[in-house]
């Protein structure tokens, strides 16, 4: 039966994922803050709203009288999920997870002190004193973010004390909505930070994606590549906590569960609870199902008898320099010309500084090494300029 799926974010995840539940026939309603966002333009219905604005989302709920509704951004009030559950309306995966991971604090509370993770070190700041007293506590050098942002808005490293002042004006420079709180993490040396994809299902055991190595600049993702050749013991260890993590919010679908692994085992960091951006590399077809097929089966109910690495891929990120409007792309062809690659253009109107506008697909035989892989990546995402008015 068709079931009309509310989307709340409409960004070039939510685009991938609207193909995926059209697929399979379902009515996609897409809400974002501006109008002609990627999922926008391939949705049944759109809607742009301020969804931090609770009376908003409720109008939107109560107009399209979803059968679900998926969150694919942060900047939404999600402590309204709770009283849609009780209209039931299922919420991905629950309103529990949904609400919980939207706040780094809740998630790093749950993590750390309820379920007895590994983490960094941390600690909470509301005011610009209050961050340099926990940076004291935490020790030097640190890392800073909102507890609400994405794509790494607000996050920066502190190395020195001179530098805290402007990372708190940073941080509240990139913050979600009105929440001036941020977390102060010890750095932790890691040698490798991967993404563990885990979908959990209705009727069915909890499976994971073979892991997605990244690299990361200004807090946001810039390439990534799977597999990520990784102990058999560390990936053990970060299936154990993705399972016991995404047990505990509760909810059916895929979600990007973040490590750092270090000398001394395997660090919990961040969890999104949907389709992450790392996992665009699905998109070259690395595996039986990308991330946004599971995540629409997960979420429908439906089946996923297994996830197989069909191929190893990398994925790199092109990014625009400037404001401006109207996007064009020079250099697709030139870039097309290797074999084995691809590129998926997100489709958003406007540019700006470090916005991600697309990204680039490289893939190759299982057996290969991937650092020739990340590196075909890489060089056509050079191949291609970002160019508005």
């Not at 309103?95 to 941390?122: H, P, Q, S, V, W």
């Not at 004193?129 to 920066?156: D, R, T, Y």
């Not at 009727?203 to 390439?223: A, S, V």
């Not at 951006?277 to 995540?295: K, P």
Request: proline share 5%; charged share 25%; hydrophobic share 40%.
């Amino acid at each position: 039966m068709q079931k009309k799926i509310l989307l709340l974010g409409s960004g070039e995840l939510g685009k991938e994922l609207t193909i995926a539940l059209k697929r399979l026939g379902h009515y996609v309603v897409a809400v974002d803050s501006y109008r002609d966002a990627p999922a926008h333009q391939l949705a049944d219905e759109c809607e742009v709203i301020n969804m931090l604005d609770g009376k908003a989302l409720d109008t939107i709920v109560a107009k399209h009288e979803p059968d679900i509704i998926i969150p694919e951004i942060e900047a939404i009030r999600t402590e309204r999920f709770y009283d849609y559950e009780q209209q039931g309306i299922q919420v991905v995966p629950s309103a529990r997870a949904a609400d919980f991971t939207m706040n780094r604090k809740a998630i790093r509370d749950l993590a750390a002190k309820e379920l007895g993770l590994k983490t960094a070190a941390y600690s909470y700041a509301t005011t610009l004193e209050e961050l340099k007293l926990a940076v004291k506590e935490v020790g030097i050098p640190c890392v800073v973010k909102p507890l609400m942002s994405s794509s790494g808005k607000g996050q920066s490293t502190i190395k020195s004390e001179a530098e805290i002042e402007q990372a708190w004006n940073y941080s509240q420079s990139g913050k979600r909505g009105d929440m001036a709180e941020v977390i102060i993490e010890a750095f932790v040396k890691f040698h490798t930070e991967i993404t563990l994809l885990t979908v959990t299902q209705k009727n069915g055991p909890t499976l994971f994606c073979p892991p997605i190595g990244h690299l990361q600049d200004r807090g946001d993702y810039r390439e990534s590549w799977q597999p990520c050749v990784i102990s058999e013991d560390h990936l053990r260890e970060a299936q154990n906590i993705a399972g016991k993590v995404t047990e505990a919010l509760t909810g059916a679908g895929i979600w990007g569960v973040e490590f750092f692994l270090a000398d001394d085992g395997v660090y919990f960091s961040e969890l999104s609870p949907r389709p992450h951006d790392t996992g665009m590399v699905t998109l070259a077809g690395t595996q039986n199902l990308s991330e946004f097929e599971l995540h629409a089966r997960a979420v429908l109910g439906l089946p996923i008898p297994v996830i197989e690495l069909l191929k190893v891929g990398a994925s790199a990120v092109i990014l625009a320099d400037k404001e401006g409007v109207n996007p064009t792309y020079i250099g697709i062809e030139e870039a097309l010309k290797e074999p084995h690659t691809d590129i998926r253009i997100f489709g958003k109107p406007s540019t700006r500084p470090y916005r991600r506008m697309a990204v680039t697909l490289a893939y190759d035989e299982v057996g290969t090494d991937i650092t020739l892989v990340r590196k075909k990546a890489l060089a056509n995402a050079g191949k291609v300029n970002v160019e508005s008015t």
